[in-house]
């Protein structure tokens, strides 16, 4: 009997385990979630920039068919001398566009007769549009009364001008050559470089909504320089230092959609993806595409397809799909990460 209850207890504590092996359980297991985690962080991630490119492309169909319905693509701001729709507006291109995407009772609230920040447009202004928002952008920062956020820009091209302006000392600059600026009203027959290599559309990150923080990535700098081109406007901005709040030039980054603003709606492509934006009032600026995807940005081009962007992209490649009668062979290729 004896012998039997030994037996038994010793088989007792063969089946179980020891507090050495329990712990080496344990720290196989968080070696396996350490290795999983950012797997599962980068198919997240996937889906969410799949579904941001999914819906610039919706945008870019919407372009393609208001120019079929119009016979052009809309401006990006109105002025009242080359006004051929209403009186003169800033409301942006995406107000324009809403008819075109199943979105006409958003587009039923806007009143064209006025300007974005009437009171008239309150309600528009402040109705948030799903397909206006990058899920990898989750734009906290954006007060509810900014109005419905928007991550989705229009390309204006890869002159510095916001603004003409003839006050001296500042001098003429050429006119924008993106697709959307203001009284552009393109055709798509006058895009000579290709509907398939002219960007029509690329992101932005909202702002952090206030001028006592530096948020390098999404805020607008002002360097106080008076640049003439490209190469000079990036020169200036990428020496300014961002550290310096008396440099700031604009925040509210972001919102609302119904705006037709550099930041809110409008980018160049002056500095390559993810890198610095900057102001040069008056009439000066190079708001620059980014996003939270690693080292890309999403873009759809005039002929409806998207593409991924390199940040690393060679400068004159990106600049030469910004134009859209530059003359320039962009070869696809070269594009992409």
């Given at each position: 009997m004896?012998?039997?209850?030994?037996?038994?207890?010793?088989?007792?504590?063969?089946?179980?385990?020891?507090?050495?092996?329990?712990?080496?359980?344990?720290?196989?297991?968080?070696?396996?979630?350490?290795?999983?985690?950012?797997?599962?962080?980068?198919?997240?991630e996937a889906a969410r920039r799949m579904s941001c490119s999914n819906n610039?492309?919706?945008?870019?169909?919407?372009?393609?068919n208001y120019e079929s319905a119009y016979k052009r693509l809309p401006a990006s701001r109105v002025s009242r001398t080359a006004d051929r729709l209403g009186p003169a507006s800033s409301i942006s291109v995406h107000a324009r566009l809403l008819p075109f995407?199943?979105?006409?009772?958003?587009?039923?609230?806007?009143?064209?007769?006025?300007?974005?920040?009437?009171?008239?447009?309150?309600?528009?202004?402040l109705t948030s549009v799903a397909t206006f928002r990058c899920p990898s952008d989750p734009t906290s920062n954006i007060p509810s009364?900014?109005?419905g956020a928007n991550n989705y820009y229009v390309n204006s091209g890869t002159i510095p001008l916001w603004n003409r302006?003839?006050?001296?000392?500042?001098?003429?600059?050429?006119?924008?050559?993106?697709?959307?600026?203001?009284?552009?009203?393109?055709?798509?027959?006058?895009?000579?470089?290709?509907?398939?290599?002219?960007?029509?559309i690329s992101e932005r990150l909202a702002g952090d909504f206030s001028q006592t923080i530096s948020t390098p990535k999404t805020d607008t700098f002002q360097p106080g320089t008076n640049p003439m081109t490209a190469d000079e406007a990036l020169r200036d901005c990428l020496a300014v230092n961002?550290?310096?709040?008396?440099?700031?030039?604009?925040?509210?980054?972001?919102?609302?959609?119904?705006?037709?603003?550099?930041?809110?709606?409008?980018?160049?492509?002056?500095?390559?993806?993810?890198?610095?934006?900057?102001?040069?009032?008056?009439?000066?600026?190079m708001t620059t595409a980014n996003s939270q995807h690693a080292n890309l940005v999403n873009m759809a081009l005039c002929d409806g397809s998207t593409q991924n962007v390199s940040s690393t992209i060679d400068l004159v490649i990106y600049r030469a799909l910004g134009t859209g009668n530059g003359g320039e062979v962009v070869n696809l290729s070269e594009v992409a990460p």
């Open positions: 004896q012998k039997n209850i030994s037996f038994s207890a010793r088989a007792g504590r063969l089946a179980g385990f020891t507090l050495v092996e329990l712990l080496v359980v344990i720290a196989i297991i968080g070696v396996l979630v350490g290795l999983l985690l950012p797997a599962v962080q980068s198919a997240r610039m492309r919706q945008i870019a169909l919407a372009a393609l995407m199943e979105a006409t009772t958003t587009y039923s609230l806007i009143n064209f007769g006025v300007e974005w920040s009437d009171p008239l447009n309150d309600a528009a202004r009364t900014a109005g302006t003839t006050a001296a000392p500042l001098p003429q600059v050429p006119d924008c050559n993106g697709v959307f600026f203001r009284d552009s009203f393109l055709k798509l027959a006058s895009i000579t470089d290709g509907l398939s290599t002219t960007a029509a961002v550290t310096d709040l008396s440099k700031q030039g604009f925040s509210d980054i972001g919102a609302p959609w119904i705006r037709g603003y550099h930041s809110t709606t409008e980018y160049y492509q002056i500095n390559n993806p993810n890198g610095r934006s900057c102001m040069f009032p008056p009439g000066r600026i």
